[in-house]
């Protein structure tokens, strides 16, 4: 009669055996505190990276945004000095608007049709004189106004914003001004003082920093 062959048991090593993934250990559980802190995160980089890709985008127009911005800081601040509420009590004053002097508006023509005689001759003599003492004459300002012809800058609209008599028997008139160039359209803001006799003598406004410059 045959007996069952017997089965040999293999001896254990001699050595422990490793784990083939000796530095792996599973990671801790995190709890709804830690996930929310992982999103808020994730969405910090996030804004940040669209931060970063904005201001290279607009740093071109840097300047060109900081003096738009410094503007309309000082308009909306007269504004609230003139037409905001009194801190002595519940009511306050608003301003009566002027309509502006015809000198302003054809200011606002020769600039749009880039026409230096109807801008020149909105200047007081005064004025005049102060852009001549500097080298802006009428000839210059009719070289600009063929620089900004020439690279396409158009004035598409002006908006009237308002128009304040001063103690003088002048007037200060604020306006917002549509302009575009090529593809691009931005509304910067002008200020435009005028003396008693409705002549300009002042402006205010990141257009007219070249003409300055003069």
Not at 5 to 30: A, E
Not at 46 to 58: D, H, I, P, W
């Amino acid at each position: 009669m045959s007996q069952p062959p017997v089965q040999q048991t293999t001896p254990p090593p001699p050595y422990p055996v490793q784990s083939p993934y000796p530095y792996y250990t599973p990671p801790p559980r995190v709890g709804a505190a830690g996930r929310f802190a992982r999103l808020m995160r994730l969405l910090l980089r996030r804004v940040l990276y669209n931060l970063v890709l904005l201001g290279r985008a607009m740093r071109p127009f840097a300047l060109t945004l900081a003096v738009a911005f410094v503007l309309l800081g000082v308009i909306g601040w007269m504004g609230w000095q003139l037409w905001g509420p009194k801190p002595d009590g519940p009511t306050f004053t608003r301003a009566d608007s002027i309509p502006p002097a015809p000198a302003v508006l054809n200011y606002l023509q020769g600039r749009k049709t880039f026409d230096a005689d109807m801008m020149w001759d909105s200047f007081s003599a005064e004025y005049q004189t102060s852009r001549l003492n500097v080298g802006a004459s009428k000839a210059t300002l009719q070289s600009q106004a063929n620089i900004e012809k020439n690279m396409g800058l158009t004035y598409n609209r002006y908006d009237y914003i308002g128009g304040i008599p001063l103690d003088d028997g002048g007037a200060m008139y604020f306006y917002a001004v549509q302009v575009s160039l090529q593809s691009q359209s931005a509304k910067v803001p002008m200020v435009i003082t005028a003396n008693p006799d409705g002549k300009i003598i002042n402006i205010i406004s990141p257009l007219d920093r070249l003409s300055q410059n003069n």
